[in-house]
Each structure stands twice: as C-alpha cells, then as structure tokens.
C-alpha cells in the first residue's frame, strides 16, 4: 500500500497517532536491541498507566510524550487532564460517535448520554455512556486482537533491526494498537468494569474512581463528575480507533485472500 493510499484510507487521528509512533521508533534507531526493547515496554507500560488513571491514548489529543500527562496526573491528579479537553474537541468526538453509532438501540443510549452530559446531569449521562460502552467492547471479539497482537510480535522484532524508515504501509498502525490503544484501553476497561477484591461491592472499599458496577448496582456513595464523562467519551474515541484498525486489517486480509485466489485461476488456466 503507498502513502498517499494510506493516507486517504485513514482518519486524520490515525495518521497523527501512526506517525507519532514512528517517530518514536525512529529516536531508538541508534541504540542496540536490548535497549530499543527496554524503552518499548517503558512506552508500553507508560500506556498502561495512563489508563489505569482514566485516560486512553488516541490520536487525536494524546501528546507524544505519555509522560507529560503522567506527570500532571501523579502531581495534581487526574481530574487535571480534563482541562485540556477544548470544548471543540469534546465536540468533534461526539460528532465522530453520532456518526459510528446510527442503529436504533445505540442511538437511544448514545441521544440520553448526550442530553444529560449537556444539561449537566453526569451521573445520569455516565450510566448510558457505560452501557454503550459495555456493548461496543464486546462486540469486539478477543480472537481478533488476539490475532492482531500475534502479527505484532513479528513488528515489535523487527524494530531493533531498524526495519522501519518511513511511513508506507500498515504495520505501524499495528504497532501503535499494541504499544499504546490496547495497553491503555484495557487498563481502562479493566478498571471501569471490574470489581477485584479490593473493590469488591460486598466486602472492599468504594472507588474513588467510576466504576460500573458500583453505579449501577447503587452502590456509588457520591454523583458522577464532568471529568469522568470526559473520560468516557475520550474511551470512546480510542475505541473508534481500534475498530477503524481491526476494520482496515481485515479488508488487508480479504484484499490477500481475493489476491491469492485470482493468482491459483491464473496458474490453473495456465496449465490448460
């Protein structure tokens, strides 16, 4: 796939998020394999953090160093990372969300959250959001990404061997779901929809953070802040973004499949 190809097929927020990883691979390119190793699980795990805090890395306003917003985070808390959400890209997400999520039954849950996030009823938008959430995730089948992430181990290989130049073609984008999306999505997920013990709703402590099952069982002793449904529409932003990744591996893979086929007509007939 060239370039401008690649350029045309992607959303403005991917090609950001691709080329932010690139440079970054790029910065290792003087330093041995172990080395490029250690800072890409250091990148990784950067990812990790920031959504354990609440915060999933996009393309469309992470910046390129995780570490500025681990550093407001760890200083000021993570209330803080909310400030840094202009209301024109609060609302050119939810421009994005109107747009992916158009059937009915999403389009309920997606017009409620909205309505009671502009009227300030957080609380109220929170618990649609999460359902939406809930139902996005888990359409999003684990043989996928399990699949994907077994490519990436080939990519993450071939970093310490400098393999990569120039932004031409898709396995930077894999890269990018692995080393940031993921690690920070599902540390966000982890913590929005589990309980673990330490939270458990019978015998733990309450979360100073949301978390769903604590606010639909009623179990949450406090109201949702605006912060927090910041935080879920820039989740959804993220998860747009892996399910625009997913989509574009697997029209690669029909495009190789279909590809393949028409070769084994051209050898078949050949033989004729």
């Known amino acids: 796939m060239d370039e401008e ?14 080329q932010r990883l690139l440079d970054f691979l790029n910065n290792l390119s003087n330093k041995t394999y172990d080395e490029t ?14 959504g354990k805090y609440g915060w999933t890395v996009n393309g469309s306003i992470t910046p390129d160093n995780l570490g500025e917003w681990l550093h407001i ?9 909310a400030e840094l959400f202009s209301e024109t890209v609060i609302e050119e997400i939810i421009d994005r969300m109107t747009n992916r999520y158009e059937d009915k039954v999403a389009r309920i849950y997606l017009e409620r959250a909205l309505d009671n996030y502009h009227t300030g009823h ?17 359409e999003i089948t684990p043989a996928e990404v399990k699949r994907l992430t077994q490519k990436c181990k080939t990519e993450i290989d071939a970093i310490g061997k400098n393999k ?11 890269l990018f779901l692995v080393g940031d999306y993921l690690p920070s999505f599902s540390a966000y997920a982890i913590r929005t929809f589990v309980d673990g013990d330490e939270h458990n709703m019978d015998t733990g402590t309450e979360p100073t953070y949301l978390n769903r099952n604590w606010l639909m069982h009623g179990k949450m002793s406090r109201l949702v802040k605006r912060y927090e449904c910041i935080q879920l529409i820039n989740a959804f932003n993220t998860l747009m973004e892996i399910e625009e990744i997913l989509s574009l591996e697997e029209r690669t893979n029909n ?9 084994g007509m051209g050898e078949t007939e050949t033989h004729f």
């Open 5 to 18: 190809l690649f350029v045309a097929e992607h959303s403005e927020a991917l090609m950001n998020a691709a």
């Open 37 to 50: 190793c250690g800072d890409m699980r250091k990148h990784i795990e950067s990812a990790r953090l920031l």
């Open 73 to 81: 985070i760890e200083s000021r808390g993570e209330a803080e990372i």
């Open 122 to 138: 957080y609380t109220e938008s929170a618990l649609f959001f999460l359902a939406l959430l809930n139902r996005s995730i888990n």
């Open 164 to 174: 990569y130049q120039r932004l031409k073609n898709v396995p930077e984008v894999r």
């Open 255 to 263: 495009e190789q499949d279909s590809n393949q086929e028409l070769c």
